[in-house]
């Protein structure tokens, strides 16, 4: 990251994850991201049209209900509407607690991750309590970035 603020990135992962991003129509939270991040302001992130949020709480007091959040209570309904909202376009789970719960009722294809060589020593697991193994097959993406690797790998059906 440079004095502004801006995210400087390889030319290799910049392709990777701009293609990536161009493809996401709706990305599916939960309510803890939705808060950490003040609901990105009521505008999708990075260009995503939709967020779906997984919560049995409404919408926080004084959301602007014309914004593109749809709030559901289980992460079935989440899958449903964010495959209709999403048209032609992906599906992004976020990870976390969310994220395992929809792996657990294998709704995921595939997961991707980019790991970059920092240790936090503490922290919140990636898919959060899932308390069952879920085997992924081989990666069929790894992609050297500068100090990240790109992994995409299949969930095994």
Same mark, same amino acid.
């Given at each position: 990251?440079?004095?502004?603020?801006?995210?400087?990135?390889?030319?290799?992962?910049? $392709?990777?994850?701009?293609?990536?991003?161009?493809?996401? @129509? *709706?990305?599916? =939270?939960?309510? &803890?991201?939705?808060? #950490?991040? /003040?609901?990105?302001?009521?505008?999708?992130?990075?260009?995503?049209?939709?967020?779906?949020?997984?919560?049995?709480?409404?919408?926080?007091?004084?959301? $602007?209900?014309?914004?593109?959040?749809?709030?559901?209570? @289980? *992460?079935?309904? =989440?899958?449903? &509407?964010?495959?209709? #909202?999403? /048209?032609?376009?992906?599906?992004?789970?976020?990870?976390?607690?969310?994220?395992?719960?929809?792996?657990?009722?294998?709704?995921?294809?595939?997961?991707?991750?980019?790991?970059?060589?920092?240790?936090?020593?503490? @922290?919140?697991?990636?898919?959060?309590?899932?308390?069952?193994?879920?085997?992924?097959?081989?990666?069929?993406?790894?992609?050297?970035?500068?100090?990240?690797?790109?992994?995409?790998?299949?969930?095994?059906?």
């Amino acid at each position: 990251m440079d004095d502004s603020g801006v995210l400087m990135v390889s030319q290799t992962s910049y $392709d990777h994850t701009r293609a990536y991003w161009d493809g996401i @129509g *709706v990305t599916i =939270a939960g309510r &803890r991201v939705l808060d #950490l991040t /003040g609901g990105w302001g009521g505008k999708p992130p990075s260009g995503i049209d939709h967020v779906v949020v997984v919560t049995h709480r409404p919408a926080p007091e004084g959301w $602007d209900p014309e914004a593109p959040f749809h709030f559901v209570g @289980g *992460v079935e309904a =989440a899958v449903a &509407r964010a495959q209709e #909202l999403a /048209g032609d376009r992906l599906v992004e789970v976020a990870a976390g607690d969310v994220g395992g719960q929809v792996l657990a009722a294998g709704l995921v294809d595939e997961v991707r991750m980019d790991v970059a060589p920092v240790v936090f020593g503490s @922290g919140r697991r990636f898919f959060g309590s899932v308390d069952a193994q879920h085997l992924l097959d081989d990666p069929d993406v790894v992609l050297q970035g500068n100090r990240v690797l790109h992994l995409r790998y299949p969930v095994r059906r």
